[in-house]
């Protein structure tokens, strides 16, 4: 087992397209991630889609992850410490399923990412390991 | 005295949620989910097999826990829970009774027994919970089980070892069968299969190593006990790392047989596994 909290975490950075929540991660996107539990209240929701630039004054959100919020950039959400199960909150609200949302990380459209999904996923070939390309 | 008699695994995937809420079960999408979850239906309704309680591990999608409180291992321990807004409004569930006597005593149990649990009086329960229930039992006006929450930290990492989930359950089972009234007691574990919702690799399916690791359920445990989480990572996904919970239930079982087996790709962005395993002696 990997006990050493370092390697273990320099392990995560060889996964291709992937950003594992570390504590660096956590640490960065406190606030964006406590940003989005907030709206699990139906009447912050209703604020938020009212004003989304007037309901995140009240954040202590960097001016980047506001902009990335504003224009639902999930993966630069990812890269600024957003998790993707609180970034769920902000999907939801807009009415989008897990599909629809998650779909917008990968470049495809969400036909071609369903596509996809229905011809059996993403095959892990080519994607497990950066340095070792396979 | 409790005895733990079977091990049921599942993936909770929102979608089936969604499907069952909604009433969309036989549309051609969800017909292959649901189909699979029958016999287990028709298995649990038999008297010789219901459960009086379900030890239910699952993971806190950020529902109950933000990032301001982030348990490695807790147990629900309240008379009931509620089913939580996750953004979209609550599912319409019956509430989730707890046995408060049997989660406190597993809980001192636990913490007898160095596992050092948090104790949760007050918290909403997730999909992790609830979609498992809806895929077993359907839509009954109450819940036919008490339910004991065992909650899992999968989300902010470091996050607790296959092993040390393992050796949870051994800890489980031990409470269990130390508690003084006859109960049928099944544990649950949730979450998996392969899966990943995030980035651009998002949309991983390893169907290969998802059926090995549901044939390793009973034919090499030790093998699931090692796997460390950059496999979970690299060949299941990074939310396939839920499949820990699974070892959870399987530590808690000694010799398990295997029931029913249900695969299905896809439920949304996910793999959906589903077993049933007896308790052996």
Not at chain 2, 260 to 275: D, E, M, Q
Request: overall charge negative; proline content about 6%.
């Amino acid at each position: 087992m990997d006990r050493n909290n370092q390697d273990y975490k320099v392990a995560f950075g060889d996964i291709p397209g992937t950003l594992v929540f570390t504590a660096e991660r956590a640490r960065k996107g406190y606030w964006l991630n406590q940003f989005c539990m907030s709206l699990m209240k139906p009447e912050n929701r209703k604020r938020w889609l009212a004003n989304e630039q007037d309901y995140l004054r009240d954040w202590k959100i960097t001016t980047e992850q506001k902009a990335a919020l504003l224009a639902r950039d999930y993966n630069q959400l990812l890269a600024l410490g957003g998790n993707i199960y609180y970034l769920a909150k902000v999907f939801s609200t807009d009415g989008l399923s897990f599909v629809q949302a998650v779909s917008t990380m990968t470049g495809m459209t969400v036909e071609d990412y369903q596509a996809m999904m229905a011809a059996g996923g993403r095959s892990p070939d080519g994607v497990r390991s950066i340095k070792e390309g396979k | 005295m409790a005895k733990i008699t079977a091990g049921v695994a599942t993936s909770h995937v929102p979608l089936i949620g969604v499907g069952i809420d909604q009433g969309k079960c036989d549309e051609p999408y969800f017909k292959p989910i649901f189909a699979g979850y029958d016999w287990t239906k028709e298995w649990i309704a038999k008297p010789e097999n219901r459960p009086d309680v379900v030890i239910l591990v699952y993971n806190d999608h950020a529902s109950a826990f933000g990032q301001e409180i982030i348990p490695t291992f807790a147990i629900g321990c309240a008379e009931e829970f509620t089913s939580a807004d996750e953004g979209w409004g609550p599912r319409p569930v019956p509430k989730i009774k707890n046995h408060p006597d049997l989660a406190w005593h597993i809980a001192e149990n636990l913490i007898l027994d160095e596992f050092d649990m948090t104790i949760i009086n007050e918290m909403d329960v997730d999909h992790g919970l609830t979609v498992p229930l809806s895929a077993i039992f359907g839509q009954p006006d109450a819940w036919p089980a008490l339910i004991v929450p065992i909650m899992i930290n999968v989300v902010t990492y470091p996050i607790a070892s296959g092993d040390r989930c393992f050796r949870l359950g051994q800890s489980i089972k031990r409470a269990v069968e130390r508690f003084p009234s006859d109960l049928n007691v099944q544990i649950w574990g949730t979450g998996g299969m392969s899966h990943q919702l995030q980035g651009p690799r998002a949309g991983l399916i390893n169907q290969k190593w998802d059926q090995t690791f549901l044939d390793d359920l009973t034919a090499d445990p030790e093998r699931l006990r090692q796997i460390p989480h950059i496999e979970y990572l690299r060949e299941a996904g990074s939310e396939g790392i839920e499949l820990v919970m699974w070892l959870v239930m399987l530590g808690a079982l000694t010799n398990p047989k295997e029931l029913h087996r249900h695969y299905h790709v896809p439920a949304s962005n996910t793999a959906l596994g589903h077993i049933v395993l007896e308790n052996g002696k």
